[in-house]
Each structure stands twice: as C-alpha cells, then as structure tokens.
C-alpha cells in the first residue's frame, strides 16, 4: 500500500520542517537543535511482518557535523529502531540501536564511505521477519540482523510520538521522498487516526514513587475526531508508459487528486497515472469525478480493472473525458486493440462512474442522479483475467509531455474479501 497520501506534513511532523512538493515529502535535513534529526510519523501501524519500501534523493548535505542520516524508523514488538543510511559523514549503514550499538559500531552495521550520493534516486526496502531483519538498496542485500527485538531500542534523534507508528528522518541530509510504501507479509496493520496518536501523548503517566494509576484523560470530543479524516481506501500509485512523472495526493476521508501523463488509454498499449489494490474474484468500485483537466478533449480520468502494470495489458474502464463525455472502454487481450461504447455526458457537479466484476463479466454504469444512488448501465463484456487483478483509479493527459490533473471523491471499492 502506499503511504505517502497518509501523511500530512503540519499534523505528522515531531521535528524539522517537512513539506509535500509535486507529490514528494520533502525535510530540511534538521530537527529542533543539533542533536536532533527532521522527524514524521507515518500514521499507520504495520503488521507482525512487513516490507517497508522507500525512494528517496537526498538533495544535498548541509554542514551538521557527522550527519548525512537517512532514516527508515521501524516499530516491531512493542519496540522501535531505525535502519540508516549515509551516516557519520556519509560513510555508514546500518541497524540501530543493537545490544546498546549504535550504527557505527554494532555487528549490524557496514562501512562504506560515499555510500548516499547527493542527486541520486535510491530504493531502500526494509524486511522485518520473526526471527530478524534485513535491509536492501536498490536490489542488493546490505545488511542483515537476527533478533528476537528485545536487544533493540531507539536513538532520542529519531524518538517519535508512538512507538507503534513508521517514520522517516533524516539528519544534515534534506531528502526528498518519492514513495514510501508498506508491503503486508503476516498479519494485518492499520491506519491510526492521528487524534489516537496525540490522545496517547497526552496520557498522564503515574508517579514512580506510587503504584495509583493517573486519573483518566476525558475522551476526544466527537467534534475533534471528526476532523481527522477516516481511513481512506489505500491505493499505491505508479505511472505506467508516461513521458512525466506524475502525482497521488489522499484529498480528505475518500478522496484523491491524481495528476499523471501519458499518450492514452486506447489501441494497443496504454500511457497513464494507475492508483490501484490488488483484489480477487467479484469487485465494485465507484467514485464521483470532480474535475478533470482539459490538456485535451480526449484527456481522461475514471475507474479501472487491469490484468497486470504491463503497457498493452488486458483491462476495463469507465472513464470520463472534458470534450467526449463517458466511455465505456476495454482491450480483450493483452496487446490487443481497445473498443469502446459512449456511456453519455458528464454532469457539471460531478460524474459518477461504477465498474463491477462478476465472475468474467465487468459491467459499467453512470449515475443517473446528483448522490450516486441510481445507476444507468453503459456496457458489458467478458474478460479473462487471473486473479489477482488490479482495482482502482485512472489518469491519462492525452499528451505524453504535459500532466492532467484530476479529482476523484465519494471512493468506495468493495472486493471479495469484504474490504
């Protein structure tokens, strides 16, 4: 899943001045004072297993002596550590804290000097395991860990607010992220509501000298929840044969501005933004699509189900466009052409767009009201698609050089599995 659309830089920020810049999360590279790094918590609460995927570019190195710190915080069994890169002046990586080590000169770490060049995209993936943990960077094994999690601990120039939550930081190093993204291995995380996290923080804590508990916070007023958005449904976004790179931003409780490029979703092969979850057997999702940007009267923006992220892969999609209204469009098979059946005009309010798979059938609708309650069927057909299949929102410009941005809201997307 990706995170990214979780994070709002103002609320999940514990030190440093982050910032979302064309779709990256970007830090100074300083936390409040020296000792400190720029710290965020990501609000989500990973599973007993997990992979924690990053891409990152570290703008430059700025003067704090012995930093160039970029960090992957990682909680697991009720503790925290960090997997760093580029620390101590740019010379080493590694897992801290281990037995009481830090990076430097626990078993854990590696010494290579130069190791994080400045301008450079880098792909880190942490893999926490039962029995330990291993750390990648672009492709290649780094490093590697076996610990049961009870020898590890967190360095106070990485400390969050929850111990539970996931994290960047980084220390003399201002770093641009372009993803960050968390792969489910065993179990199930969560999207914590960031009044939990500020609620937990504020939990008065008993007197050492005296087994009373505290007194009882009163709870969150309903007013105040209400202000943190619900759990959204989590897509990970990517482009798919696009000549610029393009952008997912979560827009409150169900919602998402996408901007992306690419020549076209038609013919043979397909060039666009694709926010999407994996999903197996029946699936239905709808959106209202708010806007889309007329970079042409062909631009389009809808719903999708896709065989896989190959350019000439099988798929459906409803989508509408700023000069042709809705469509109905499919390709049968991979590489194959793509035919289409006029799903009517857009509404000026918003366009209701519904996709539905049934066994081999995927059917489409538009609304027929302002709520999305009435339905109008647009087409149907059969495709042959494997499970898993890819769900979710598309974005093409028409124009492979320019990005068309689109709103989509009142998401739902109900699979087989209930979710």
Known sequence: MSLLPLVDPKKCSVAGTWGLENGKLVSDGTGEDTTGGARIEIPYAPPEEYDFRIVFTRLRMTAMGGGGDIVQVLPKAGQQFVWLMGGFDNSVMGFETIKGARVNTNAASVHRPGCIQSGRTYTAVVSVRKDGVKAYLDGAQIAQCRTDYTDVSLEPAWKLRSPELLGLATYGSPTAFERAELLEVTGK??????????????????????????????????????????????????????????????????????????????????????????????????VRVVSVQRTFEWAKAGVMVRQSLTTGAANAALVATPGHGCSFQRRIEPGGETTLTEGGATRPGGTWLRLTRSGKAVTAYVGADEEGKKWQRVGSDVLELKDPILVGLCVASHDNNKLCAASFRNLTLTTASGK
């Open 189 to 286: 995380g969560r999207i914590v509501r960031l009044a939990e996290v500020a609620a937990k923080v504020d939990e008065p804590k008993a007197p050492a000298d005296t087994a009373r508990p505290a007194d009882p916070q009163p709870p969150v007023a309903p007013a105040e929840a209400e202000k943190e958005p619900a759990a959204a449904v989590a897509l990970t976004s990517l482009d798919i044969n696009t000549g610029v790179a393009g952008s997912t931003k979560q827009a409150g409780a169900d919602g998402y501005d996408i901007s992306g490029s690419g020549d076209d979703i038609w013919f043979a092969k397909d060039g666009c933004r694709f926010a999407f979850l994996k999903a197996s057997g029946d699936c239905d999702i709808r």
